[in-house]
């Protein structure tokens, strides 16, 4: 007799061999002409066809549409030219049902169709290759070693990191790998190992054989099967490389910094004391009454005095924007009980002789609460002053600037509203950024730039928010909010 299939007659399978995993199996005789005349209860109930009289029937007519079609040119293959077939069939898609079928002559007008079911077998196959792809196309390295360390098998990501082609690793004892400064701490993982069943995750140095270094992490599972263990590597060179990279970065930048901060802050130290000089006697030839200047001298001193105390400024809010950048401490230390009336006082008076140069009037909204706030009485006056400086120098003429506060919930709300030039809004979110100008002639005003930057970190400093409300031409409200 001949076979046909996808086994060669050298592997044909036996019975026992096919069944000894499965969970049914069922026989199926039948005549020439397709009529049953024996079925056991195992093709019977794998049929569905328990309760049913099966004995003189079509053949065709007990099987599922799907499984007959798939059968026909087998069972015809036998029956016209007297063949022998074993096949492995999928005779269902919803359920998957594969059977293995044997079709063979009994004897004269005899046929017998043997199935198996082989539903379980063709999941640990499926499940076989899955797991052979994910060990195979893994970026991981996986070996797999006995208990004297050798190495049984290993996908190709672990042959990529030891720098060796897999197959000539196969063999080979992994401890031949370990850089000897951790061959001491390998060895007490590999005997916790052994004794716990699980490993540490842990970092070590592989040499490889053209003597470059790979650090790696691994973790381990014992005895996944018999006197077999698992190894799982994770490639860290990359990693460490850019972590060193960054950190002397950052070491660098940050003495670039402290360098920067440094002589900022001598300049700035440096540049007060003749200041303080230049604006003392200016002063007192300001107010000498014995030998009294005339009003030519007394314009061009004007103009020593403003433009010295505006470069005091200026240095002054460099040297506190230093200090908010450098001073890691909180300002707790300093929190004092505040009355609000009185604190927006004291910082209208600060700004006084400014608006009075430039005929803008000050203005307190009438009916507000006067209430006790604890918070730090110098960063809140150096927060209005900026505030109010600024709505004092981006008014219009005769303009007004009007203080008012509100409590919301668990904070103190205050704004300071101008009838100024307004912000255009494609600038209001960069205002607060250290040195940022808007470039337009209306704006084109006397400033460092920092001032709304030390108003945003020094109401942080307080815990509190900051922003800004403006409509260009109508003028601008600024607002903070502090915890009361």
């Not at 499940?127 to 996986?142: A, M, P, Y």
């Not at 490389?241 to 802050?265: G, H, V, Y």
């Not at 004391?273 to 007394?298: F, H």
Request: aromatic letters at 8%.
């Amino acid at each position: 007799m001949k076979r046909i299939g996808i086994n060669s007659l050298s592997t044909l399978k036996t019975e026992s061999e096919i069944t000894q995993a499965d969970t049914s199996k069922g026989y199926i005789l039948f005549d020439s002409d397709l009529k049953v005349f024996s079925m056991d209860e195992g093709a019977r109930e794998m049929l569905g066809l328990t309760n049913q009289t099966v004995t003189g029937c079509f053949l065709p007519n007990l099987l599922k549409k799907d499984a007959y079609k798939i059968l026909l040119n087998y069972i015809y293959s036998v029956i016209q030219e007297d063949l022998f077939v074993q096949e492995d069939i999928k005779v269902s898609e919803h359920p998957v049902q594969w059977y293995n079928m044997i079709i063979h002559p009994i004897g004269k007008n005899s046929y017998s169709l043997l199935l198996v079911d082989i539903n379980q077998q063709k999941k640990l196959i499926e499940t076989k290759r899955k797991l052979q792809d994910i060990f195979e196309g893994s970026h991981v390295g996986i070996i797999i070693i006995d208990n004297k360390g050798k190495i049984i098998e290993l996908n190709p990501a672990a042959g990529c990191i030891f720098g060796v082609k897999s197959e000539k690793l196969n063999g080979e004892n992994i401890n031949n790998f370990v850089s000897k400064t951790n061959e001491v701490p390998l060895k007490e993982h590999w005997i916790h190992l052994l004794k716990y069943g699980k490993a540490k995750d842990n970092e070590y140095i592989i040499i490889r054989p053209d003597k470059s270094k790979r650090i790696i992490s691994f973790s381990a599972s014992k005895n996944i099967y018999e006197g077999h263990h698992l190894i799982i590597f994770h490639d860290l060179t990359l990693q460490k490389n850019i972590q060193d990279s960054l950190i002397i970065e950052r070491n660098e930048a940050e003495r670039a910094s402290k360098t920067k901060t440094n002589f900022l802050a001598m300049i700035g130290h440096e540049l007060r004391t003749p200041l303080n000089s230049i604006i003392g006697y200016s002063q007192v030839l300001e107010e000498d009454k014995r030998e009294p200047l005339t009003d030519k001298q007394k314009t061009r001193l004007a103009k020593i005095l403003s433009s010295s105390r505006h470069l005091m400024q200026l240095i002054n809010n460099i040297l506190e924007l230093i200090r908010i950048d450098t001073k890691t401490e909180t300002i707790n230390a300093n929190i004092k009980t505040v009355r609000i009336k009185s604190a927006i006082s004291e910082s209208l008076q600060a700004v006084k002789s400014n608006a009075d140069d430039s005929d803008i009037s000050l203005h307190i909204e009438k009916d507000v609460e006067d209430i006790s706030i604890n918070i730090d009485p110098i960063r809140l006056q150096q927060v209005l002053v900026n505030l109010l400086n600024n709505a004092i120098k981006y008014n219009k003429n005769k303009g007004t600037v009007t203080l008012y506060w509100r409590v919301d919930g668990r904070y103190l709300a205050i704004f300071v509203k101008d009838t100024g030039l307004g912000i255009p809004f494609e600038h209001q979110e960069n205002i607060f950024e250290p040195f940022y100008r808007i470039n337009h002639p209306s704006y084109n005003i006397e400033g460092t730039g920092i001032g709304l930057t030390l108003v945003k970190q020094n109401v942080l400093e307080m815990k509190g928010t900051v922003g800004v409300s403006s409509i260009e031409g109508t003028g601008s409200t600024f607002w903070i909010k502090v915890p009361i």
